[in-house]
């Protein structure tokens, strides 16, 4: 499913980005077409008025004036004295040029019409854009002076040959341009699409194995809650007692189960509130000592505590929540903790952050479990997980520190065991 949205987005990212590329290129190409074309036909009224200027001054013509001028301005001229063709047509140009004039001559007197019937002026000419009946382009010029009591006819042909090739030498040059443009984006597209999808794609796999591992948690309980149900059916008076007590464990077990999912919830979807208050951390760990130091006895652990001397500035956190952090922390230190060990909770401050730290001397973390200590249903150590220890734990630990915008974080002690700090801001 994923490989196909991640060609259908590759696709339509380069789709639109490359019609964006082509549609600034024609438009470019467009403007830079419209002004080289203008600008070579600025080049051919030019060289026609200067044409037009010397035929003027001159009162004879030579056949080297116009085999020079006509090489010199890359001109085919023709000439006609009162419309009869002048010897030098027929001498200079090829039957093919001689009907090619003479179809530019009618054309532009059948365009327009006074050049044709000739004026009061001393001459009169007109340029404009000619194709010819074989679908070639020329800049054409017809120009009639009046010669005493004649009047002389010139036609001028400039091939736009140059100019159509560098047109199509530049529309070439666009083409290719834009066929490694649109590859790149293709590249450029797939390779973002794909890091676009990564974390959706990690979060459906996370999706999914949290709730492959919920329902592997959840089947437990229910399945002993299950079986007591059917042996306290069958079993004598006395024997019941012992049923109802395993149904109440595992309901208050699948309870717990249920709050902790439904806290990572409310987490995934923003739904997450804290009640901040002005908290004093040193009361805080001070009572949260006091409770579990029988538990530690229990464990045969000794909990230490360590506040500092001046007196903490208030930290704005959620109480009750920072109670929770640090509950599952000390229950975990006592869990993996060896018999004869300690575990110590210190608060500091320094540079408006408060740090908070949890150590043992215990069995410790292995480094390859470290990255994933934080990850939903994770244990690091499969064979002493008890039943109360679901893998939620430092998950839940880590949601709240960050919904605070803190930090937690593990590091090993030199004792050998482990020490988690936790970095809140004042």
Not at 151 to 160: A, C, D, K
Not at 353 to 366: K, P
């Amino acid at each position: 499913m994923y490989q196909k949205l991640h060609r259908r987005l590759t696709l339509l990212f380069t789709g639109i980005a490359g019609a964006i590329l082509i549609g600034m290129s024609i438009s470019y190409l467009y403007m830079s077409e419209h002004e080289l074309e203008e600008n070579y036909f600025l080049t051919f009224s030019s060289n026609v008025s200067s044409l037009i200027s010397t035929l003027e001054q001159q009162d004879t013509i030579t056949w080297e004036w116009i085999s020079k001028t006509s090489s010199n301005q890359n001109f085919l001229l023709a000439f006609y004295d009162n419309d009869a063709p002048l010897f030098y047509n027929r001498i200079v140009l090829s039957e093919n040029e001689l009907v090619l004039m003479e179809e530019a001559k009618t054309y532009i007197e059948t365009v327009y019409p006074i050049l044709k019937n000739g004026s009061d002026y001393s001459a009169v000419h007109q340029e404009l854009s000619w194709t010819s009946p074989d679908k070639k382009r020329y800049h054409a010029a017809m120009i009639k002076l009046h010669k005493n009591s004649d009047i002389l006819t010139v036609i001028v042909l400039s091939s736009n040959q140059f100019l159509d090739g560098q047109i199509q030498t530049q529309r070439l040059r666009f083409l290719f341009l834009n066929i490694a443009g649109i590859f790149i984006l293709l590249l450029f597209s797939w390779h973002y699409t794909g890091k676009l999808l990564a974390p959706i794609i990690e979060a459906r796999q996370k999706q999914t194995a949290f709730v492959a591992a919920a329902s592997h948690e959840l089947r437990t309980p229910i399945a002993v809650i299950s079986s007591a149900i059917s042996a306290a059916r069958a079993a004598q008076e006395l024997q019941k007692e012992r049923f109802i007590h395993i149904i109440e464990e595992e309901s208050r077990r699948l309870s717990t189960l249920t709050e902790d999912l439904l806290l990572l919830n409310r987490a995934d979807t923003g739904e997450f509130l804290l009640q901040l208050q002005p908290v004093e951390l040193d009361t805080l760990l001070l009572n949260i000592f006091e409770s579990f130091e029988l538990l530690a006895k229990e464990h045969n652990i000794t909990l230490k505590i360590e506040l500092p001397e001046d007196p903490l500035p208030c930290c704005r956190c959620d109480k009750g929540r920072i109670e929770q952090v640090l509950g599952i922390l000390i229950s975990n230190s006592l869990s993996y903790g060896t018999a004869g060990g300690y575990t110590k909770l210190a608060v500091s401050y320094n540079k408006s952050m408060f740090w908070i730290t949890v150590e043992d001397n215990g069995i410790g973390i292995a480094d390859k479990d470290k990255p994933h200590i934080f990850d939903r249903f994770y244990r690091a150590d499969k064979s002493r997980s008890g039943k109360e220890h679901f893998g939620l734990g430092l998950c839940i630990a880590k949601e709240i520190i960050d919904a605070h915008n803190g930090t937690i974080k593990v590091t090993d002690t030199p004792m050998g065991g482990t020490r988690f700090f936790i970095l809140l801001k004042a």
